[in-house]
């Protein structure tokens, strides 16, 4: 007799095999093999099929309850269904800060009413969300945001500047945090929920030193967000002056997913390596300070991974110190930015190449360029470790 | 199965720590180092071990014991590393177990009632030089008669003057590095023509340089198959690495614990020291080293106990992590505490020689980062 779990697993994977489109089953190349849905979406072959039979089942958000789009599966399946997603090589149908950020939150905070008006949408892909945290004065103290809400009666007045906005001038709505009582700092800010589309919203993208540029400036200038979009759909998460509670929550997620789970890349980038590198009589990789580096780091990615499945489980089950994501994210982003040095060091001058077609346009120094925001973007390696240090540790306040 | 402790584990560790801090804190250590007790650990908690329970965690239930498995071993053996606690527990009840269960029923009944009642005490002649290099065994054995016979020199073998029995690991044939051609003998301690030279270590632990000489042992003295010896050396290995790195771990939380309570408790510049950056930055960085240590160790216990055939990969991550995070957690703990952790009244400097051994025993770091290496391929 096999148990409910091995039937879900033997299922499972036989359904995967079954619906996953060949092309979804390629390892990822670059951005443009991520799919991130919403009103003006862009598919490569396969792609939209993926989405489409993966969000029938629920399983874009395979944890979330069924009447808001999920699978409704439990923490035992959702660990089955990535376990067989990786081993069967299927790609992730939808990328998403709806589905990584807001979607959490809504879960937690919002009304009944937000959660069936707002989640379906994500779940499918359909609308891309943007987050409006960050300001030119305001990044790791976050709690100083300027950017002003004011109350019209049916409808609030916005206006400010945000930046480092991750696909804003991609995104469809937004959700921001605004000042709504200038003489409080933490208990004056609220959590908003707005679209893009509203007249004096502005976008005004940044190159990053990868030479990509994924994240803009956005305006607003007297933008009108509605209090309401419906019967008891607020345009404002849990209450008025309380958006810093939301906030602090979906980064808690945030934090959560940028540290990256321990998921993605080869487990062993020393095996990866040591053929393309040379290998000495012994079969060695012929360089030994590279290997003794390569093994540190395989060491390092199978301890994280190891760590990440325990905080997932001990999350799940109401185990974990609230402030542990702070914990996941410094580390998970300090080994990944170790990684990507090692693989550019294992390169040699050949991934210095940044245009080329044999470097597919220089993918491999971009991709390392790019993992040095791991540690800034969400709350820096430094803040994280203020937090540690502070909720975790006790210790005391300088 | 998830990565946390379930409740029956759960209520282990609360018995194995309140019983630890109760009747062997660092105190305990402390007495018998300097009473320059021979043994290097106490007889009459030895027996208390048994008493609960603890000496027979991986013996099974058919033969008498607990019928655990190596995360069950591994929460004991935490106790043991957060309060030094000397013990011939990892040697006897979890590698020296091991490797006996792995050899026929014969064996068992005869070793496995004195280990349950704590009347016997196992130790492992594995290694022969001051690193361990188990593939490079070259101490042999040749048949003699109905038996064999035992010359070399074994060294290094932690509780090896006060051990009952030993569990000896050589060639009977083959040479060094070969993988097949070792077998692994239960030698009665007391045996005619074998040497054992006791020192006492940088911990306060006892080791014993041996030498056979001329040693006789019954045919029945093997444990498993003759020159099959791998497969009971590497259960004997598996289940004393991933052991060593549980008391590891234990040996790094201890440490963080008494450092974090220290610098919130000193004041220098009119501020507890706890409250500069400085040290605020490094101590949060180890506490994420030391939970990862952690679940990597969990992880590896899980998966010897599945059977995982990934179980021996996890098991060296498990040690090479678990020493990197508590070698880090034993040195910030000196430095954090000034000039008091210098000092042989204060604990932390005994946490910091624990460590040293531990980092030793069944391959340090660098041994097992170089074992990852070989099982990928590289
Ligand atoms: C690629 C990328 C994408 C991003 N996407 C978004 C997005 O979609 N939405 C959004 O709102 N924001 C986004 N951000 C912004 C990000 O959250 C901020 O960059 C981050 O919070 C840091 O703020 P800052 O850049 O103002 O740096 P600062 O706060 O000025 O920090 C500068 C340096 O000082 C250190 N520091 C600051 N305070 C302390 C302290 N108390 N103790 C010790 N050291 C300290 C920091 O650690 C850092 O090293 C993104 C950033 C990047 C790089
Ligand atoms: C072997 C030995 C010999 C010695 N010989 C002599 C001698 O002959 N004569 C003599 O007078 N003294 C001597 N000393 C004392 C020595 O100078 C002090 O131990 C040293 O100055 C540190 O002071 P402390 O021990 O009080 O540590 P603390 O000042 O309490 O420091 C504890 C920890 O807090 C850190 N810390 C303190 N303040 C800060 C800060 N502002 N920012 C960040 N971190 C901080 C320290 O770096 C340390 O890690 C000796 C010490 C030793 C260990």
Same mark, same amino acid.
């Given at each position: 007799?096999?148990?409910?779990?091995?039937?879900?697993?033997?299922?499972?994977?036989?359904?995967?095999?079954? /619906?996953?489109?060949?092309?979804?089953?390629?390892?990822?190349?670059?951005?443009?093999?991520?799919?991130?849905?919403?009103? /003006?979406?862009?598919?490569?072959?396969?792609?939209?099929?993926?989405?489409?039979?993966?969000?029938?089942?629920?399983?874009?958000?395979?944890? *979330?309850?069924?009447?808001?789009?999920?699978?409704?599966?439990?923490?035992?399946?959702?660990?089955?269904?990535?376990?067989?997603?990786?081993?069967? %090589?299927?790609?992730?149908?939808? &990328?998403?800060?709806?589905?990584?950020?807001?979607?959490?939150?809504?879960?937690?905070?919002?009304?009944?009413?937000?959660?069936?008006?707002?989640?379906?949408?994500?779940?499918?892909?359909?609308?891309?969300?943007?987050?409006?945290?960050?300001?030119?004065?305001? $990044?790791?103290?976050?709690?100083?945001?300027?950017?002003?809400?004011?109350?019209?009666?049916?409808?609030?007045?916005?206006?400010?500047?945000?930046?480092?906005?991750?696909?804003?001038?991609?995104?469809?709505?937004?959700?921001?945090?605004?000042?709504?009582?200038?003489?409080?700092?933490?208990?004056?800010?609220?959590?908003?929920?707005?679209?893009?589309?509203?007249?004096?919203?502005?976008?005004?993208?940044?190159?990053?030193?990868?030479?990509?540029?994924?994240?803009?400036?956005?305006?607003?200038?007297?933008?009108?967000?509605?209090?309401?979009?419906?019967?008891?759909?607020?345009?404002?998460?849990?209450?008025?002056?309380?958006?810093?509670?939301?906030?602090?929550?979906?980064?808690?997620?945030?934090?959560?997913?940028?540290?990256?789970?321990?998921?993605?890349?080869?487990?062993?980038?020393?095996?990866?390596?040591?053929?393309?590198?040379?290998?000495?009589?012994?079969?060695?990789?012929?360089?030994?300070?590279?290997?003794?580096?390569?093994?540190?780091?395989?060491?390092?990615?199978?301890?994280?991974? @190891?760590?990440?499945?325990?905080?997932?489980?001990?999350?799940?089950?109401?185990?974990?110190?609230?402030?542990?994501?702070?914990?996941?994210?410094?580390?998970?982003?300090?080994?990944?930015?170790?990684?990507?040095?090692?693989?550019?060091?294992?390169?040699?001058?050949?991934?210095?190449? *940044?245009?080329?077609?044999?470097?597919?346009?220089?993918?491999?120094?971009?991709?390392?360029?790019?993992?040095?925001?791991?540690?800034?973007?969400?709350?820096? &390696?430094?803040?994280?470790?203020?937090?540690? &240090? %502070?909720?975790?540790?006790?210790?005391?306040?300088? | 199965?998830?990565?946390?402790?379930?409740?029956?584990?759960?209520?282990?560790?609360?018995?194995?720590?309140?019983?630890?801090?109760?009747?062997?804190?660092?105190?305990?250590?402390?007495?018998?180092?300097?009473?320059?007790?021979?043994?290097?650990?106490?007889?009459?908690?030895?027996?208390?071990?048994?008493?609960?329970?603890?000496?027979?965690?991986?013996?099974?239930?058919? +033969?008498?014991?607990?019928?655990?498995?190596?995360?069950?071993?591994?929460?004991?053996?935490?106790?043991?590393?957060?309060?030094?606690?000397?013990?011939?527990?990892?040697?006897?009840?979890?590698?020296?177990?091991?490797?006996?269960?792995?050899?026929?029923?014969?064996?068992?009944?005869?070793?496995?009632?004195?280990?349950?009642?704590?009347?016997?005490?196992?130790?492992?002649?594995?290694?022969?030089?001051?690193?361990?290099?188990? +593939?490079?065994?070259?101490?042999? @054995?040749?048949?003699?008669?109905?038996?064999?016979?035992?010359?070399?020199?074994?060294?290094?073998?932690?509780?090896?003057?006060?051990?009952?029995?030993?569990?000896?690991?050589?060639?009977?044939?083959?040479?060094?590095?070969?993988?097949?051609?070792?077998?692994?003998?239960?030698? +009665?301690? /007391?045996?005619?023509?074998?040497? %054992? /030279?006791?020192?006492?270590?940088?911990?306060?632990?006892?080791?014993?340089?041996?030498?056979? +000489?001329?040693?006789?042992?019954?045919?029945?003295?093997?444990?498993?198959?003759?020159?099959?010896?791998?497969?009971?050396?590497?259960?004997?290995?598996?289940?004393?690495?991933?052991? @060593?790195?549980?008391?590891?771990?234990?040996?790094?939380?201890?440490?963080?614990?008494?450092?974090?309570?220290?610098?919130?408790?000193?004041?220098?510049?009119?501020?507890?020291?706890?409250?500069?950056?400085?040290?605020?930055?490094?101590?949060?960085?180890?506490?994420?080293?030391?939970?990862?240590?952690?679940?990597?160790?969990? %992880?590896?216990?899980?998966?010897?106990?599945?059977?995982?055939?990934?179980?021996?990969?996890?098991?060296?991550?498990?040690?090479?992590?678990?020493?990197?995070?508590?070698?880090?957690?034993?040195?910030? $703990?000196?430095?954090?505490?000034?000039?008091?952790?210098?000092?042989?009244?204060?604990?932390?400097?005994?946490?910091?020689?624990?460590?040293?051994?531990?980092?030793?025993?069944?391959?340090?770091?660098?041994?097992?980062?170089?074992?990852?290496?070989?099982?990928?391929?590289?």
């Amino acid at each position: 007799m096999m148990s409910d779990l091995e039937t879900f697993r033997a299922e499972t994977a036989a359904w995967l095999e079954a /619906n996953c489109p060949p092309e979804m089953r390629q390892p990822m190349v670059d951005e443009s093999d991520a799919v991130w849905g919403g009103r /003006n979406p862009t598919f490569k072959p396969g792609q939209k099929e993926w989405l489409d039979v993966m969000a029938a089942k629920g399983w874009t958000v395979p944890d *979330w309850p069924k009447e808001y789009g999920g699978g409704g599966l439990s923490r035992a399946e959702t660990k089955i269904l990535g376990q067989e997603m990786a081993r069967l %090589k299927c790609r992730s149908p939808l &990328s998403s800060f709806g589905i990584w950020m807001l979607g959490p939150a809504l879960l937690h905070f919002g009304t009944e009413a937000q959660k069936k008006h707002f989640l379906p949408p994500i779940a499918r892909g359909e609308i891309r969300w943007c987050q409006g945290y960050s300001e030119p004065g305001s $990044g790791s103290d976050l709690a100083s945001l300027q950017t002003s809400a004011v109350d019209q009666g049916d409808h609030f007045v916005v206006n400010g500047q945000k930046i480092w906005t991750s696909y804003a001038d991609k995104a469809d709505w937004i959700f921001c945090l605004t000042r709504t009582d200038k003489n409080e700092k933490h208990k004056g800010i609220s959590f908003m929920l707005f679209d893009m589309a509203s007249e004096g919203v502005t976008t005004k993208p940044i190159v990053l030193i990868s030479g990509q540029s994924a994240f803009c400036e956005t305006f607003f200038d007297d933008v009108k967000v509605p209090k309401e979009y419906g019967e008891g759909v607020s345009s404002v998460v849990y209450e008025v002056n309380k958006g810093w509670d939301v906030a602090k929550y979906l980064l808690g997620h945030e934090r959560s997913m940028i540290s990256g789970g321990g998921s993605d890349g080869a487990t062993s980038l020393g095996a990866k390596f040591a053929d393309q590198y040379g290998r000495d009589e012994m079969g060695r990789l012929d360089d030994p300070m590279l290997r003794a580096q390569m093994a540190e780091m395989d060491i390092d990615v199978l301890a994280f991974r @190891a760590m990440a499945e325990r905080f997932g489980d001990t999350f799940k089950a109401g185990l974990c110190h609230p402030a542990q994501p702070n914990m996941m994210k410094y580390a998970g982003t300090e080994i990944n930015k170790r990684r990507h040095e090692l693989i550019m060091s294992a390169g040699g001058s050949e991934v210095l190449e *940044w245009e080329s077609e044999a470097s597919n346009g220089g993918l491999t120094a971009r991709s390392w360029l790019r993992t040095k925001a791991n540690s800034i973007e969400g709350g820096t &390696s430094e803040v994280m470790l203020n937090v540690v &240090s %502070k909720q975790i540790l006790h210790l005391p306040g300088a | 199965m998830p990565l946390y402790l379930n409740e029956d584990q759960q209520m282990l560790h609360d018995s194995a720590a309140e019983f630890m801090k109760g009747e062997a804190p660092v105190s305990h250590l402390r007495e018998f180092r300097d009473k320059q007790c021979k043994d290097g650990f106490s007889h009459a908690l030895w027996k208390q071990f048994a008493e609960m329970g603890f000496t027979g965690i991986l013996i099974g239930e058919d +033969d008498g014991g607990l019928g655990m498995g190596h995360v069950e071993a591994g929460v004991v053996l935490e106790q043991i590393g957060r309060n030094l606690t000397p013990s011939p527990f990892l040697t006897t009840s979890v590698a020296g177990v091991e490797a006996l269960n792995a050899g026929g029923k014969a064996l068992r009944d005869k070793y496995f009632p004195g280990i349950l009642s704590g009347d016997t005490v196992l130790a492992l002649a594995v290694d022969e030089g001051p690193k361990h290099r188990p +593939d490079q065994i070259s101490m042999a @054995a040749t048949r003699e008669g109905n038996g064999f016979k035992l010359d070399g020199k074994k060294q290094f073998v932690v509780q090896g003057g006060s051990a009952d029995t030993l569990i000896v690991a050589v060639r009977t044939s083959g040479s060094a590095g070969d993988d097949k051609g070792l077998t692994l003998f239960a030698v +009665d301690a /007391n045996a005619q023509g074998l040497a %054992k /030279n006791s020192v006492r270590l940088v911990d306060s632990a006892m080791a014993a340089h041996l030498e056979f +000489d001329g040693v006789l042992v019954d045919a029945d003295a093997v444990i498993g198959e003759v020159d099959e010896g791998d497969v009971v050396l590497r259960r004997l290995l598996n289940a004393g690495r991933s052991g @060593a790195a549980a008391e590891t771990l234990g040996v790094g939380a201890g440490a963080m614990d008494i450092t974090v309570d220290y610098i919130k408790g000193r004041k220098q510049f009119g501020a507890l020291i706890g409250s500069f950056q400085a040290l605020q930055h490094r101590i949060a960085h180890l506490y994420s080293e030391m939970e990862i240590a952690r679940a990597t160790v969990l %992880k590896a216990q899980q998966m010897l106990d599945e059977g995982s055939s990934k179980a021996e990969l996890m098991v060296s991550v498990a040690k090479a992590k678990a020493g990197k995070a508590t070698a880090l957690s034993v040195k910030e $703990g000196v430095q954090m505490h000034g000039g008091v952790g210098m000092t042989d009244e204060y604990d932390i400097g005994l946490y910091m020689k624990r460590d040293r051994a531990l980092q030793e025993f069944m391959g340090d770091v660098n041994y097992h980062t170089n074992l990852v290496a070989e099982m990928h391929g590289y």
